[in-house]
């Protein structure tokens, strides 16, 4: 017992002289990288898989505001589901805009998830211009408008070859003027 006692101060010591002590458990931080994802169509908010971008089972999602795409980019709505897409055809169709959200690990694999990254989509990297900031978001962003950011977004190579010449939107809202009822999830067959 004495020389586990002796092993454990040694321990303790050498943690203490490389200024490494372990945390004191009510002092202790949780230490959760976050990233920042571009949505554009059914998970922004008033939309019909916003639940999804809220539901804390699935992660933390905080909105940070909104933005648009410095490049433009094919924003189509395919499928006998009616679903949209960003085709990942860089200086094609409109820039377009969406929502900014800081999102911790676990909810940016269920986005993968729930976005069926690889085969669907591929989470990949855009630029945007931020156009507003929401007033209550983490002021570590330091996020302003007409600021330049980069963003994880879901965006697809894996299409349809008459999809780039579907009519493309700078804006999906499922209820737009372009008629096309979008199907939920569990309603598909």
């Given at each position: 017992?004495k020389m586990?006692?002796?092993?454990?101060?040694?321990?303790?010591?050498?943690?203490?002289?490389?200024?490494?002590?372990?945390?004191?458990?009510?002092?202790?931080?949780?230490?959760?990288?976050?990233?920042?994802?571009?949505?554009?169509?059914?998970?922004?908010r008033g939309?019909?898989?916003?639940?999804?971008?809220?539901?804390?089972?699935?992660?933390?999602?905080?909105?940070?505001?909104?933005?648009?795409?410095?490049?433009?980019?094919?924003?189509?709505?395919?499928?006998?589901?009616?679903?949209?897409?960003?085709?990942?055809?860089?200086?094609?169709?409109?820039?377009?805009?969406?929502?900014?959200?800081?999102?911790?690990?676990?909810?940016?694999?269920?986005?993968?998830?729930?976005?069926?990254?690889?085969?669907?989509?591929?989470?990949?990297?855009?630029?945007?211009?931020?156009?507003?900031?929401?007033?209550?978001?983490?002021?570590?962003?330091?996020?302003?408008?007409?600021?330049?950011?980069?963003?994880?977004?879901?965006?697809?190579?894996?299409?349809?070859?008459?999809?780039?010449?579907?009519?493309?939107?700078?804006?999906?809202?499922?209820?737009?003027?372009?008629?096309?009822?979008?199907?939920?999830?569990?309603?598909?067959?």
């Open positions: 017992m586990w006692e002796d092993r454990r101060l040694q321990i303790s010591c050498f943690l203490v002289d490389l200024h490494f002590s372990p945390p004191l458990p009510h002092l202790a931080v949780p230490s959760v990288f976050m990233h920042r994802v571009f949505v554009y169509g059914s998970l922004k939309q019909p898989n916003y639940p999804y971008m809220i539901d804390r089972s699935n992660g933390k999602a905080e909105f940070l505001g909104t933005a648009v795409t410095v490049q433009k980019y094919p924003l189509v709505i395919a499928t006998k589901y009616n679903l949209v897409f960003l085709l990942n055809l860089p200086g094609q169709g409109k820039r377009v805009h969406g929502e900014i959200y800081k999102v911790d690990e676990k909810m940016l694999k269920y986005l993968d998830w729930f976005e069926k990254v690889p085969t669907m989509y591929q989470r990949t990297a855009v630029e945007l211009e931020v156009k507003m900031v929401d007033k209550m978001a983490d002021k570590e962003e330091k996020l302003s408008p007409g600021s330049i950011m980069e963003a994880f977004v879901y965006s697809t190579t894996t299409y349809e070859p008459d999809w780039p010449s579907l009519p493309t939107y700078d804006n999906y809202d499922c209820n737009g003027d372009h008629g096309l009822k979008f199907v939920l999830r569990e309603d598909r067959k």
